[in-house]
C-alpha cells in the first residue's frame, strides 16, 4: 500500500518553456500533497504544500507564479514549471499524505529530474 | 524557524560494523518524527516515532526518540553493503502536517 507514481521521471527541455509533472497516490487517498525540490548532494527543500480543492501554500523564497500547482482530485496533483530556465534543473519530488490518518508520514514518488538547456 | 542537525554528515564502515545515527531537532508544534532511506531516488519511509522512550524495529534497524533532549538515534546493526544509502530525519509538526528534512547522514557499507 501507500504508493505514489510521479510522471515523467526524466524531462529535458528548452530554455522558455513550460513543463508539467504529475503525481499520483494510487492506492489511497491523498488529502495533503507536497512539493519538493532537490539539489545534487543536498536535502529536500519544501517548495509547497497543497490540500486537495484550494490554493497551494508557497514556502518563502518560491515564486507562486513561476510554479504552479494543482490538486484537483484527492489522487491527483500537479506541478507546472512556468517559462523554465537552467536554474530550474533539478530533481522534483512530490509526497502524499493518507487522510485516513492523522499522522505525519509522506509517502514519496520516484522524483523526476529536469535538465533545462 | 524550524532546525535539524544530523550527524555524522558522513560515516563509512565496513560490513557487520554497528552504526548510529543521529538527530537533533527544533521544530515548532512538534508531533513526531520520520526517518527516511534514500538511495538513488526518492526518499523511502522507515520510522515514525510519536513518543519517547519507545524503541520502534524493523528487522536490523531501530530507532528511538528523546521529546525532552529533542533527539533521535537510527541504528543499524550487522550492516551490509545495500545499507549504503542517505538517511534523512524529518521531524513534523503544525496544521499542515509539514515535515523539515535534515541535511542526512550519507552511510556506506564497504564489503
Known amino acids: 500500500g501507500a504508493v505514489v507514481s510521479q510522471h515523467p521521471s526524466w524531462v529535458i527541455c528548452k530554455s522558455g518553456t513550460s513543463v508539467k509533472i504529475e503525481c499520483r497516490s494510487l492506492?489511497?487517498?491523498?488529502?495533503?500533497m507536497f512539493w519538493y525540490r532537490q539539489f545534487p548532494k543536498q536535502s529536500l527543500m519544501l517548495m509547497a504544500t497543497?490540500?486537495?480543492?484550494?490554493?497551494?501554500?508557497?514556502e518563502q523564497g518560491v515564486e507562486k507564479d513561476k510554479f504552479l500547482i494543482n490538486h484537483a482530485s484527492l489522487t491527483l496533483s500537479t506541478l507546472t514549471v512556468t517559462s523554465a530556465h537552467p536554474e530550474d534543473s533539478s530533481f522534483y519530488i512530490c509526497?502524499?499524505?493518507?487522510?485516513?490518518?492523522?499522522?505525519?508520514?509522506?509517502?514519496f514518488g520516484p522524483g523526476t529530474r529536469l535538465l533545462v538547456l | 524557524e524550524d532546525k535539524v542537525v544530523q550527524s555524522p554528515l558522513s560515516l563509512v564502515v565496513h560490513e557487520g560494523d554497528t552504526v548510529t545515527l543521529n538527530c537533533s531537532y527544533e521544530?515548532?508544534?512538534?508531533?513526531?518524527l520520520l526517518w527516511y532511506k534514500q538511495e538513488k531516488k526518492a526518499p523511502t519511509f522507515l520510522f515514525m516515532l510519536?513518543?519517547?522512550?519507545i524503541e520502534k524495529k524493523s528487522g536490523r534497524l531501530s530507532s528511538i526518540l528523546d521529546k525532552k533532549e529533542l533527539f533521535s538515534i537510527l541504528n543499524i546493526t550487522a550492516t551490509q553493503t545495500g545499507d549504503s544509502a542517505v538517511y534523512l530525519c524529518?521531524?513534523?509538526?503544525?496544521?499542515?502536517?509539514?515535515?523539515?528534512f535534515g541535511k542526512g547522514t550519507l552511510l556506506t557499507v564497504n564489503p
Open positions: 509526497s502524499a499524505r493518507d487522510g485516513r490518518e492523522y499522522q505525519e508520514t509522506q509517502y
Open positions: 492506492d489511497f487517498q491523498a488529502t495533503t
Open positions: 497543497s490540500n486537495e480543492g484550494s490554493k497551494a501554500t508557497y
Open positions: 521544530v515548532t508544534n512538534f508531533r513526531s
Open positions: 510519536t513518543s519517547s522512550g
Open positions: 524529518a521531524p513534523g509538526g503544525g496544521s499542515n502536517y509539514k515535515l523539515t
